[in-house]
Nanobody, 123 residues
Framework: QVQLVESGGGSVQAGGSLRLSCVAS????????MGWFRQAPGKEREGVAI???????AYGDFVKGRFTISKDNGKNTLFLQMNSLEPGDTGMYFC?????????????????WGQGTQVTVSS
């Protein structure tokens, strides 16, 4: 079964850290671009970070060096280490299989979504 399953969300205070994980199954994880997106209440879903098959990474402008995307091909797992969290980072975070690097942050580049994990940052 082709699926993405996220975990690691939770509630933290501003300045805290969280590490999100996403376990992939049903496809050759190492061959594809994988990304993280997020959606705050009342806002559109936006691209947070992407990593390609070679390990090349890119981030949304709002990340400003606070987050790090990584992966473990042997465990078919994608990670997002989030530090210096701010209340504006609150939202549902989704793991995604992305079809191409170009315009990766656009939702129409995503071919598979996870179910999401909630991140809440309080001030």
């Amino acid at each position: 079964q082709v699926q993405l399953v996220e975990s690691g969300g939770g509630s933290v205070q501003a300045g805290g850290s969280l590490r999100l994980s996403c376990v992939a199954s049903g496809f050759t994880f190492s061959r594809y671009c994988m990304g993280w997106f997020r959606q705050a209440p009342g806002k559109e879903r936006e691209g947070v970070a992407i990593i390609d098959y070679s390990g090349k990474t890119a981030y949304g402008d709002f990340v400003k060096g606070r987050f790090t995307i990584s992966k473990d091909n042997g465990k078919n797992t994608l990670f997002l280490q989030m530090n210096s969290l701010e209340p504006g980072d609150t939202g549902m975070y989704f793991c995604a299989l992305v079809s191409q690097w170009y315009l990766w942050h656009q939702q129409d580049r995503v071919v598979l979504w996870g179910q999401g994990t909630q991140v809440t940052v309080s001030s």
